[in-house]
């Protein structure tokens, strides 16, 4: 599987993105999809994942905010984010693994990162 990250970009504290995570390989849908984010001299942490059959799990602090989709028929998954607010700038990566987890070693497939940058 391969991924690819994009929509990043420049927002104002309060303002939203939605990020998308295009997959490639047709196992796509056997996959469950996390997002990770790392700021600069931080560790890489856990955003939100999907199953394969949907389900889905959040990190604490985005939890209301953020929410995670996937589209098999386009082998995509979205992250739509809310009430950005400056510590959530960071680079954002996807990542495929057979597990539903919110562990970078659980994933296997990682796609670049696309820069998430709010203003405050």
């Known amino acids: 599987v391969q991924l690819q990250a994009f929509g990043g970009g420049l927002v104002q504290a309060g303002g939203s993105l939605r990020l998308s995570c295009a997959a490639s390989?047709?196992?796509?849908?056997?996959?469950?999809i996390g997002w990770f984010r790392q700021a600069p001299g931080k560790e890489r942490e856990f955003v939100a994942a999907?199953?394969?059959?949907?389900?889905?799990t959040y990190y604490s602090s985005v939890k209301g905010r953020f929410t995670i989709s996937r589209d098999n028929a386009k082998n995509t998954v979205y992250l739509q984010m809310n009430s950005l607010k400056p510590e959530d700038a960071a680079v954002y990566y996807c990542?495929?693994?057979?597990?539903?987890?919110?562990?970078?070693?659980?994933?296997?497939?990682w796609g670049q990162g696309t820069q998430v940058t709010v203003s405050s």
């Open positions: 990542a495929a693994g057979r597990i539903l987890g919110g562990l970078p070693r659980g994933y296997d497939y």
């Open positions: 390989g047709r196992t796509f849908s056997y996959y469950a």
């Open positions: 999907i199953s394969w059959s949907g389900g889905s």
